[in-house]
């Protein structure tokens, strides 16, 4: 099992910057983030392996990044230039397996941090 606990979400104006954390229970080889918006399926923003691979969604190239602190076993997600569009639920997630931005074969999951950007 993994514990996956995510915060730092909060209402911004759009073009302003936030920084998501998940502190996990353990890392597995694949770590992610995903958002969902209201009245829309979940979608993968960003991954990272445990070799350092990231991979990101079109949408956030360039404006997010992913990274990881292993001794601390914490994930993060810097999100800067925000949009109105990024308002969603955010969610951290883990799987042993490969990577991808598909949320389905994630295993674990946290409760999700809300983020509000303004316009």
């Known amino acids: 099992q993994v514990q996956l606990v995510e915060s730092g979400g909060g209402s911004v104006q759009a073009g302003g910057s936030l920084r998501l954390s998940c502190a996990a229970s353990r890392f597995t080889y694949c770590m992610g983030w995903f958002r969902q918006a209201p009245g829309k399926e979940r979608e993968g923003v960003a991954t990272?392996?445990?070799?350092?691979?990231?991979g990101y969604a079109d949408s956030v190239k360039g404006r997010f990044s992913i990274s990881q602190d292993n001794a601390k076993n914490a994930l993060y997600l810097q999100m800067n230039s925000l949009k109105p569009e990024d308002t969603g639920m955010y969610y951290c997630?883990?799987?042993?397996?490969?990577?991808?931005?598909?949320?389905?074969?994630?295993?674990?999951w946290g409760q999700g941090t809300q983020v509000t950007v303004s316009s």
């Open positions: 997630a883990a799987r042993h397996d490969s990577c991808s931005l598909a949320p389905g074969p994630f295993n674990y």
């Open positions: 990272i392996t445990s070799y350092g691979t990231t």
